[in-house]
């Protein structure tokens, strides 16, 4: 993963806002090369998108989230002033709209960023440093205050909380673990859990090294991306504990598939019935040859138990996918290819039914959705 550099830019509005449509929901897709936040309107029957406006970061683009009640953008940036990375904050306004608020410098690059469900702390994983840090969030505005700083191992991807928002999930590539941890919101701690990590799936298994997580919205499951060979595996949840046991894995690579591909995001709708896993074709491609990413769906039962529904053509590259507020569309970035696939969720089999693909900024790396008046 490489870092860029970038002067301060002064925030503006690029395109005026305009009154979103009916449907209430909005996308917000981050690019890294242009440096700013796009926002779209979905057509609640369609999934068709409408630009709506534009903002600039202060640095290069990155991850994103928000705070748990929507009031505030949270952005990962990088090449800031002596080449530094921080949190820009931005408010969100009832139509959608953003503003910049302030920029908070931070340890090192995040390749993922997520706040807790009390909305005062933010959290980050750090790629390149090998280590996982908590900030404090005052008012809604991310701060530099420094709560925790662990060292864990390089290649950290991603970091997520279950439902609860009392553990924290620190998916590791290289090393093959899921770092695991345990936030106390009223000490405003975070704290290895018992035992600090568990591994990943055999190394001899193929589909190892997990890369992203997401916590089941209903079951008592986790589940990561594998991103070496392409996989996905299920994760058994103690509410007592925290613990992750690693239970079944599975490849969400098509049959027959020859080459190099590894998985990169997971998504769950959010009644818990589907899953996808983004595949990114890595296979050295000769002048002429089509990358063969794909994204794959798979089905949860009421066990947690996976099995693969189907692989559907996408992007060059698909590295950040969401899936809209209400379960119907999914939208994946082809970062290589710059643009934005859409589909249509059959909420039947979990099939992807394609809409539309849409021209993006440069190295589109974040999207996600939410809900407007």
Known sequence: MRLSTLCLLTIAMTIPAQPISADDQVLYLASTADKTIVAYDIDGKSGLLTQKFSVDLPG?????????????????????????????????????????IDTAKITSRPPYIQVDPSGGY????????????????????????????????????????????????????????????????????????????????????????????????????????????????????????????????????????????????????PNGRFAYVSNRCTTELKKGQKPDDTLCAVAIDKTGGMKIVGHYPTGFFPRATCIDLKGKFFFACGQRSNDLHTYRINRKTGALEPIKIYKTGGTPIWVMCAEVD
């Open 122 to 269: 933010l959290l980050a994983a750090h790629y390149g440093a090998g280590d996982v840090t908590m900030y404090r969030i005052v008012d809604g505005v991310a701060t530099s205050k420094l709560l925790a700083h662990i060292k864990t191992a390089k290649t950290a991807h991603c970091i997520e909380l279950d439902r609860s928002g009392r553990y924290v999930y620190v998916p590791h590539t290289s090393p093959n673990k899921l770092y695991q941890f345990v936030l106390d919101t009223k000490a405003g701690t975070l704290t290895p859990n018992d035992p600090p990590y568990v591994d990943g799936p055999d190394k001899d298994h193929r589909y190892h090294e997990p890369r992203h997580y997401k916590h089941h919205p209903k079951l008592p499951f986790g589940y990561t991306s594998n991103e070496n060979g392409g996989g996905i595996t299920a994760w058994a949840f103690n509410k007592k504990t925290g613990r992750l046991t690693r239970k079944t894995t599975l490849s969400t690579l098509p049959p027959g598939h020859k080459g190099s591909s590894h998985a990169a995001d997971i998504q769950i709708t």
């Open 60 to 100: 290069n683009g990155g991850s994103m989230a928000f705070s748990p009640d929507k009031k505030f953008v949270y952005a990962s940036v990088t090449g800031l002033e002596g080449n530094a990375a921080g949190v820009s904050t931005f408010r969100r306004s009832k139509d959608g709209t953003l503003k910049l």
